[in-house]
């Protein structure tokens, strides 16, 4: 069984900065691609960021590109999401999530992903 967990969300002003982290359980985890997903209130849950295998391949959601910044730390086993500038629009819970489909697939619809962290809340006051 993989387990996803998350780490780093919290309260913020705007403009201030958050990292968060997802750290996998499966030794396997340098094999698969890796995304970060959100979800606010009353919306559906949204993609936030995408990361290959080898972080050759990376996409972001137009609402945060030039602010996010996704990486990965294979030998750890741990994904990362930087988040600069942030606004109040970002509150949600922040989620990781695996996609098992293979390496170098790099998908950005949340029901594609396999396993899920259970989130971290990321909560940017005005």
């Known amino acids: 069984q993989v387990q996803l967990v998350e780490s780093g969300g919290g309260l913020v002003q705007a403009g201030g900065s958050l990292r968060l982290s997802c750290a996998v359980s499966?030794?396997?985890?340098?094999?698969?691609?890796m995304g970060w997903f959100r979800q606010a209130p009353g919306k559906e849950r949204e993609f936030v960021a995408a990361i290959s295998w080898n972080g050759g391949r990376i996409y972001y959601a137009d609402s945060v590109e030039g602010r996010f910044t996704i990486s990965r730390e294979n030998a750890k086993s741990t994904m990362y999401l930087q988040m600069n500038s942030l606004k109040p629009e970002d509150t949600a819970v922040y989620y990781c999530a695996l996609d098992a489909v293979g390496p170098a697939v790099v998908r950005r619809t949340a029901s594609e992903y396999d396993y899920w962290g259970q989130g971290t809340q990321v909560t940017v006051s005005s």
């Open positions: 499966r030794r396997t985890f340098i094999t698969y691609t």
